[in-house]
């Protein structure tokens, strides 16, 4: 084979490569699986005023909201949890808790700090607002 051959015969191959290497339509790459991504899954709590006062202060459960980074704050759920997902893993997130307008709590966190990318938020008004796995938090369970 000549140079002008060889040339041609490895341009072939490094394209042949470089085909292999693109995903199809049907097939997911790794950038795109969802373990990239946590879920933090806001546990009920009562919608009654709270008897005791938690270390934030005092809160309006009706008006208890939690934000998590940049997203919109959600109602603190009162009878079903609720899950905040696509949340990615390898950054760090603001929680911040509200009633009546007024801070009440926040937190940061990493989920690298955590052996699960499923995570409970619980926030009874006494101890405050608590985050956990299912592996230290024997009270995180979420559907």
Known sequence: MG?????IFLAVLSAAGAVEQIPSAGSTSASVDQTEFGTICVLPNSSNPPTRISPGGKYNPATLT???DK????PWPHKQSVKIESLTLNE???VVLRSDGKRI???RFRFSDFKDIKLCLYFDGYQGVQLGDKHNALWCKCK
């Open 105 to 107: 709590q926040s937190f």
């Open 3 to 7: 140079t002008a051959q060889i040339a």
């Open 71 to 74: 997203r919109e704050p959600i």
């Open 92 to 94: 760090r997130h603001l």
């Open 66 to 68: 939690v934000r998590i």
